[in-house]
Every structure is written in C-alpha cells, then in structure tokens.
C-alpha cells in the first residue's frame, strides 16, 4: 500500500482525499506521488496514515437494517454516532474545499459561488438543529423510554408536548431538503466540467455523498423516530 500515489486512492474512492487532506497532504496537483514519499517529505507516521485509509477503504455500509424495531433510545443514540457525527466531520472539509473551488474557479464557473453560499448557509443552520436534537428532544426521547421500563410517571417537558420539537425539527428538515436540491440542479447532479481538476471532482463527489447521508438521516428521523415518539408520550396520557 505504501507504493501506491496519492491520486490512485482518491480515484478509487473519493473519501480518501478527507484523509490526506487531515494531514496537510495534497491528492490534486500532487497526486503522482507514493504514500511513502509523502509521508518522508511531510514528517507523517505513515503506519498511522495507512490504518486510516484501510479503515475507510474496509467500512461496509450498514445495508438492510430494519430500523421500525429498534427501541427508540438505540435509534435516537445510532442517529447521533452516525449521522450527527458524519455531519459534523464533512462539514470543516466541505467548506475549505468550496471556499477554494469559489476562489480559483468561481470566475468561470460562478455557480460555485452559488454552491459555496448554500452550503455555508447549511453547515450553520444543520450546526444549530443538531444541538438542538442532542440537548433537548433525543434526551426526552431516552426519558420516555426509560419511563416505560421503569414504570415511573412522565414529568411534562418545558416544550408542552413532544410534537413541538419534532414540528420545527421537520420544518428545519424541508429547508435542508430545499437548499440541497438547489446544489443538486447548480452543480449539474453533482457533475463537474470537463476541466475541473481533482478537488474539483472530490468535493462534486463528497457533495453528493453529504445529501444522501442527509436524505437517510431525515428519513430515518421523520418515518420512524418522530412518529413512534409522538406514539409513545401518547401512551403516558
């Protein structure tokens, strides 16, 4: 593996280039180069480097998973580690890497420009509605749970009812699901122009991954926790 250059990675899976970007590596105009060599020139532990791309490379996607059955604390805890946190590490990549596009194409590519406000636009606003899931409905979710097992009565929640949180939490969802299909028809679905280079087609690439994760995350959260949780704090009236 260390006798493989950079650009064979992201080439054959455009993930890789999150990775060597961490490490201050360069995938796009210096991609001919072997992991050996620049992980010598850029002083990185490339045991290290190494178990991280295995590591991506080896991650199956968990396919086929029927989540209806899932007890509501472990779907509320699975959305969190998965979806929060994959959330939570594309963003910083995503937004240096449209920052860049914006700046080196964006004169003859202006969309990109487009492109960047949207997601910046996103990032800030997905920031606030995570929090907003972690601190205050996922925890009342666990409560209900927890409540059920114990049979112990149900404190009324400062927001009234647990709808109320799922509403606005649908609503912020519409406006991600909005501004998404909006990046999708500026950038072509995702398509990048004949002469866009490698970070170019990486970010099309890390793009187009982000808004399925969002697509799952929102369905699993709008089918199938918000209304078993509007069921279950039913059952304590």
Known sequence: MKNRTVGSFV????????????????????????IDEVCERKSVDLEELINELEKLLTHQAENNIDFRHWPLDLLADYIEKTHHRYVEEKIPVLLQFLNKLSRVHGDRHPELIEINELFIGCAGELSQHLKKEELVLFPFIRKMVSATISGQPLDTPHFGSVQNPVAMMMHEHD???????????????????????????????????????????????????????????????
């Open 11 to 34: 080439a054959e899976d455009f993930r890789t280039a999150a990775v060597f970007n961490k490490y201050g590596i360069d995938f796009c105009c210096k991609g001919g180069r072997t």
């Open 175 to 237: 406006g991600e699901g909005d501004r998404f299909r909006k990046i999708a028809a500026l950038s072509n679905n995702y398509t990048p122009p004949a002469d866009g280079c490698n970070t170019y087609k990486v970010t099309y690439a890390m793009l187009k991954e982000f808004g399925e994760d969002l697509h799952k995350h929102i369905h699993l959260e709008n089918n199938i926790l918000f209304p078993s949780a509007v069921a279950l704090e039913q059952k304590f009236s």
